[in-house]
Nanobody
Framework: QVQLVESGGGLVQAGGSLRLSCAAS????????MAWFRQAPGKEREFVAH????????NYADAVKGRFTISRDNAKNTMYLQMNSLKPEDTADYYC????????????????WGQGTQVTVSS
């Protein structure tokens, strides 16, 4: 079993930045891809960003491309999401996820999920 714990959420003004972290513990997840998803009130969970085990390949939702950067430090079992130029529409609960592979933007491809961290962007 892998446990994922997100941190770094909070309240920020539009145009500001936040850095989310996702710490993994438990059973090794060597070889697993990781991703960030988000869910706004009343909306479905949506893909934000994905990174392969090696970190050599990343993918982003169009809505965040150029503003968000996903990275990981496997030595620390931690994944990050640097969020810049935040907009009110980025307000959501952000979840990290880990899985062995599949369609990177589909929640069904991920086995392990964190509990989420709330991000609120004020206008």
């Amino acid at each position: 079993q892998v446990q994922l714990v997100e941190s770094g959420g909070g309240l920020v003004q539009a145009g500001g930045s936040l850095r989310l972290s996702c710490a993994a513990s438990g059973r090794t997840f060597r070889g697993y891809a990781m991703a960030w998803f988000r869910q706004a009130p009343g909306k479905e969970r949506e893909f934000v960003a994905h990174i392969t085990w090696s970190g050599g390949s990343t993918n982003y939702a169009d809505a965040v491309k150029g503003r968000f950067t996903i990275s990981r430090d496997n030595a620390k079992n931690t994944m990050y999401l640097q969020m810049n130029s935040l907009k009110p529409e980025d307000t959501a609960d952000y979840y990290c996820a880990s899985g062995p592979g599949g369609t990177y933007y589909s929640p069904l491809s991920y086995v392990y999920w964190g509990q989420g961290t709330q991000v609120t962007v004020s206008s």
